[in-house]
């Protein structure tokens, strides 16, 4: 089964090729703002999908937006890896509590 650890590693080998043979590379030559105004569309298209109860689309937005997210992610240098400890650590207790104490 293909992971997000499997795309997230694919992201940084497509990283290195150069911008005539990956669409990644492109991406990441714009820069952080062009990353993240290209993630924050995928989202919006994300949700268009699910509101339009179109499975079809919304699978393949869903897919827009994690890849998008994680060249995000990349172009930053935050690992992949570090954002799922973030969110293991936020699931040692309950949804409410976690948010109680971000706004502490």
Not at 21 to 29: A, E, V
Not at 39 to 64: M, P, W
Not at 72 to 91: H, I, S
């Amino acid at each position: 089964m293909f992971t997000l650890d499997d795309l997230s590693r694919l992201i940084a080998q497509r990283a290195e090729a150069s911008a005539e043979k990956s669409y990644t590379r492109t991406l990441l030559d714009k820069g952080v703002a062009h990353c993240a105004k290209k993630f924050g569309e995928e989202a919006f298209e994300t949700a268009i999908a699910a509101v339009a109860q179109d499975d079809s689309a919304l699978r393949a937005e869903a897919a827009d937006v994690l890849y998008h997210l994680l060249v995000l992610l990349q172009v930053r240098g935050v690992p992949l890896a570090e954002v799922l400890a973030e969110l293991e650590r936020r699931t040692q207790r309950s949804g409410m509590e976690e948010k109680a104490s971000r706004r502490a």
